[in-house]
């Protein structure tokens, strides 16, 4: 899979919009870009994943650059729940294929 | 989302002994599942894939003879410490992906060895 970089840690004030970057330069045509986050001592979390355009959950956005060497996370008004460590990930969405962890952001929301 | 859910939550064993971690769908029949261990301050590591009926497939490192891992159902995999020692005291996490959709993440087990 394709290395991703990601920022060691960023903070947020909450109700504010949190936009966490990545960059995945040697990213393939195929493979996805996902996002997870995990909570302390909890299981992760997945939040959305994307190709090549833009998508929007309940969650959050995730923005693709057009040359699909970056993205951006965004938490749209982040609460202290959101406080994490957030999970760039490239992948081939293919049965069978694991998701490969690297140090991710740890996001902090403070009030 | 899908569930997932792993039992036991917490366990402590005494060094040597044998302790096994269940993880289920609870809503999907899961047609792989994936073994990750997580040490503190550290990210997850994945320690082996494993498919409805047969063998896992661990990863480079992974004691194969000390981390038992059976998938005996679409519903059910078992992760299985053998002789624990307590530098295998981890958090054990588990995933379940169904065909080409998202994997969904258990809970964990946090697991104590003295």
């Known amino acids: 899979d394709a290395k991703t970089t990601q920022p060691t840690s960023m903070d947020c004030a909450e109700g504010r919009a949190a936009n966490l970057p990545c960059n995945h330069s040697?990213?393939?045509?195929?493979?996805?870009v996902y996002w997870y986050r995990q909570i302390h001592s909890q299981g992760p979390q997945y939040i959305i994943h994307?190709?090549?355009n833009n998508e929007t959950n309940e969650m959050a956005s995730l923005i693709i650059t057009e040359d699909r060497k970056s993205s951006t996370l965004i938490l749209p008004h982040a609460t202290l729940r959101d406080t994490a460590v957030y999970y760039c990930?490239?992948?081939?969405?293919?049965?069978?294929?694991?998701?490969?962890f690297g140090k991710g952001t740890t996001l902090s929301v403070s009030s | 989302g899908a569930v997932v859910s792993q039992h036991p939550s917490r366990v402590i064993c005494k060094s040597g002994t044998s302790v096994k971690i269940e993880c289920r769908s609870l809503?999907?029949?899961?047609?792989?599942m994936f073994w990750y261990r997580q040490f503190p301050k550290q990210s997850l590591m994945l320690m082996a894939t494993s498919n409805e009926g047969s063998k896992a497939t661990y990863e480079q490192g992974v004691e194969k003879d000390k981390f038992l891992i059976n998938h005996a159902s679409l519903t059910l995999s078992t992760l299985t410490v053998t002789s624990a020692h307590p530098e295998d005291s981890s958090f054990y996490i588990c995933s379940a992906g169904r065909e080409v959709y998202e994997q969904y993440f258990g809970p964990g087990t946090r697991l104590t060895v003295t």
């Open positions: 990930i490239v992948r081939v969405r293919q049965a069978g294929t694991a998701l490969i």
């Open positions: 994307g190709l090549k």
């Open positions: 809503d999907f029949q899961a047609t792989t």
């Open positions: 040697t990213i393939s045509g195929n493979e996805y």
